[in-house]
Nanobody, 126 residues
Framework: QVQLVESGGGLVQAGGSLRLSCAASGRTSSSYTMAWFRQAPGKEREFIAAISSSGRSTVYLDSVKGRFTISRENGKNTVFLQMNSLKPEDTAVYYC???????????????????WGKGTLVTVSS
C-alpha cells in the first residue's frame, strides 16, 4: 500500500506561482512512478505530469509545458509540482498519483493507476 498526501494548494492571482507537494508513504513508494492530475469543476480528471522513480524521465500535458515542473526527492518520498504563470483555467483540485508502471507507459485512460491522494484545491483569480 502507498499513501499519498498533497499539500500546498491555495488562492493565487493570475501570473503567480504555487508549489504543490505530495508526501508518499509505504514500503516501495520510492520505486513508483509519481504523477499529478487535476479536476476542474464540471470536468473530467486530467493528467498533468508524471516522473519516473529515478526522477530522470518526465512527461507533461502540452498546455502546462514550460509553466509546470514535476520533481521528486526520493530521500524524503516527496514529489513536487512547481506551477508558474498560473492562469484562471488552472483552477482545479490537484491530485497526486502513484503506480508501478513505467512513465513511458502512462497513457489515457489512466484506470491503471493504483494510488491516489485526496487532492488539494488550487484557485487562480483573474
Amino acid at each position: 500500500q502507498v499513501q499519498l498526501v498533497e499539500s500546498g494548494g491555495g488562492l493565487v492571482q493570475a501570473g503567480g506561482s504555487l508549489r504543490l507537494s505530495c508526501a508518499a508513504s509505504g514500503r516501495t513508494s520510492s520505486s513508483y512512478t509519481m504523477a499529478w492530475f487535476r479536476q476542474a469543476p464540471g470536468k473530467e480528471r486530467e493528467f498533468i505530469a508524471a516522473i519516473s522513480s529515478s526522477g530522470r524521465s518526465t512527461v507533461y500535458l502540452d498546455s502546462v509545458k514550460g509553466r509546470f515542473t514535476i520533481s521528486r526527492e526520493n530521500g524524503k518520498n516527496t514529489v513536487f509540482l512547481q506551477m508558474n504563470s498560473l492562469k484562471p483555467e488552472d483552477t482545479a483540485v490537484y491530485y497526486c498519483a502513484a503506480d508501478s508502471r513505467a512513465v513511458s507507459s502512462w497513457r489515457p485512460p489512466y484506470s491503471f493507476v493504483d494510488y491516489w491522494g485526496k487532492g488539494t484545491l488550487v484557485t487562480v483569480s483573474s
